[in-house]
């Protein structure tokens, strides 16, 4: 008889469907994090626009968040979308991608809560290193030997997806590097993924 059958098989569209679901509540749950201001109703309009101002920061921080799990989300999906078959080793990786990113939710709270100091800022980044460092292993796992893809992908896109995806590390870890000198300057730095990939998907297109 063959040890096959006891063999968990996860069919990869219920991979995804639960990894959308993960992505949802870790959204959801950073929303919860965000600490709303109890505003009195007697505040003139100076005032309320003090407590407003007061608040912007946290707000600033979640939008951010967002923008980072958002950019997983689609990068998930691009990795996904040209996964055809599962392994198990595959799902344990994206488990532990998973659970990093229901961390971020967390780490996004402690950076919201302690803004001007810098080592909530380098756990956050650390998390963000590791989840995106996964998703660049997943790719790498699916795609050598094609694997777990279609043989007919272009070599070409095989090489720019993993460039994109190693792309996110790379600029969070030289983040850190700059939250030594301005800690303001490295939150923005991430904007930078936006043209490098855009360099990448226009180098690698066939």
Known sequence: MSARIFTPDIKVEHVISFSDAV????????ALTIDIPDLPLNLSQSELLQRLD?????FEDYVISFAVIATFWISYHQVFNHIKSSHMSMVYLNLLFLLLITLLSLTTSFVTNYASYQIPYIIYCIVVIMASSLLVLIWWFATRQHRLIDKGIHPLFIKGTFLVLLSLPIIFGISIVISFVDLD???YFWLSIIPVNIWIRHKYRH
């Open 54 to 58: 007061d608040f912007y920061p946290q």
């Open 185 to 187: 300057i490295a939150q």
């Open 23 to 30: 992505f949802a509540f870790a959204i959801t749950l950073m």
